[in-house]
């Protein structure tokens, strides 16, 4: 009987530890996220242990950092300056996605929000660059396809140096 009662005690104390730290011990990341750890009372942040779609269990100390992976696209609308100093309103869009691999690096450099901090600013520069380089007639015709590819790879030198 006291071996019973010790049994109960043992699996109450594993199911109340299961329902106070189970929604930050168990993780299941779907297809398209990645995800990285924070260890806050050892290695800190495991910038190169990639967590891939599935399902995890961590301790409920250290913290999963949930990234998603898919290809982004952001619209932007600007103002910018011609050649000849003519102010032009531009229709951007931007489709990106950061490189699975550097997640951590990522993380590190920017935080989760990469996208306002390092992606939307980096191509307002370039665009406001490359279209300074150009008339206002070269950007609506003659030369757009030359100002697109400008725009990209300019700005894709960037973000591929920064992990995107």
Known sequence: MKKNTSFIIVLAAIGLILILFGNSMFYK???????????????????ENLFIPGFHVIAPWNDLIIYDVRE??????MDVLDKNGLS?????????????ANIGHLHEKFGENYVNVLVIPEVR??????????????????????VEKAIISETGVIL?????
């Open 72 to 77: 982004k696209q952001r619209e932007e609308t």
């Open 88 to 100: 032009l309103n531009l229709d951007v869009s931007v489709r990106f996605n950061p490189i699975y």
């Open 125 to 146: 520069s370039s665009v406001r660059q490359v279209a300074g380089r150009y008339t206002a007639e070269e950007i609506y015709s003659t030369k757009r396809d030359e």
């Open 160 to 164: 591929k140096e920064n992990y995107i």
């Open 29 to 47: 990341l779907k297809p398209g996220e990645r995800a990285i750890i924070f260890r806050q009372f050892t290695t800190g942040l495991d910038k």
